[in-house]
């Protein structure tokens, strides 16, 4: 069983770039094919981010898609985020997760990390 | 505003039964995309609860079920206990914004 821990600062000012981690235990991330990012504002619901399969391609939901970055580092065993100039509504508690793809027509996400809060704040 | 459609909160008391819908549109559910189901407590990480429409992960109760039927799909939780009390969310995939949507969640309270 995988199990997925974010890390990266909680407090980013606003116009700087928020950096998170995902890093991967009880497994190779090689062993998946596909990794998520999905963020939840206080207080608000769930908003998926962005997918990247280990092709190379990549899903970015539009509204932050000319600002986000999804990698991958299997050296390492871990995938990154990457928003840049980030604003106050970008204030959200992020998760990693693994998303699994039975079919063209099922994907779901499984497992998650815990996540981490980031604050966009001066 | 959330592509999938699910009512704020529901309630019961425990022993009852609830049930929570979802509902997306044409290029989401009723494109024959699957409905997927999530568990979030206070301060945790959603936890996937049904996947595949109908499907539970090994562990969660059968007090758990859910249907999907064109655009609309329903979560139902038998027997209810404290315990339930959480967040839940349904997900599914929209091929007009290429990517993975969920509902704006339901938050269940046991009388």
């Known amino acids: 069983q995988l199990h997925l821990q974010e890390s990266g600062p909680g407090l980013v000012r606003p116009s700087e770039t928020l950096s998170l981690t995902c890093a991967v235990s009880?497994?190779?991330?090689?062993?998946?094919?596909?990794w998520a990012w999905i963020r939840q504002p206080p207080g608000k619901g769930l908003e998926w981010i962005g997918t990247l399969y280990s092709t190379g391609s990549t899903y970015y939901t539009p509204s932050l898609k000319s600002r986000l970055t999804i990698s991958v580092d299997t050296s390492k065993n871990q995938f990154s985020l990457k928003l840049s100039s980030v604003t106050a509504s970008d204030t959200a508690v992020y998760y990693c997760?693994?998303?699994?793809?039975?079919?063209?027509?099922?994907?779901?996400?499984?497992?998650w990390g815990p996540g981490a809060l980031v604050t966009v704040s001066s | 505003q959330a592509v999938l459609t699910q009512p704020p909160s529901v309630s019961g008391a425990p022993g009852q039964t609830v049930s929570i819908s979802c509902t997306g549109g044409?290029?989401?559910?009723?494109?024959?995309?699957?409905v997927h189901w999530y568990q979030q407590f206070p301060r945790t990480a959603p936890k996937l609860l049904i996947y595949?429409?109908?499907h539970r992960p090994s562990g969660v109760p059968d007090r758990f079920s859910a249907s999907k039927s064109g655009t609309s799909a329903s979560l139902v939780i038998t027997g209810l206990q404290a315990a339930d009390e959480a967040d839940y969310y349904c997900?599914?995939?929209?091929?007009?914004?290429?990517?993975?949507?969920f509902g704006g969640g339901t938050k269940l309270t046991v009388l």
């Open positions: 009880g497994g190779s991330i090689t062993t998946t094919s596909y």
């Open positions: 044409t290029s989401s559910t009723g494109a024959g995309y699957d």
């Open positions: 595949d429409n109908t």
């Open positions: 997760a693994i998303l699994y793809s039975a079919n063209w027509y099922s994907n779901w996400f499984d497992p």
């Open positions: 997900q599914s995939f929209d091929r007009s914004l290429r990517g993975w949507v």
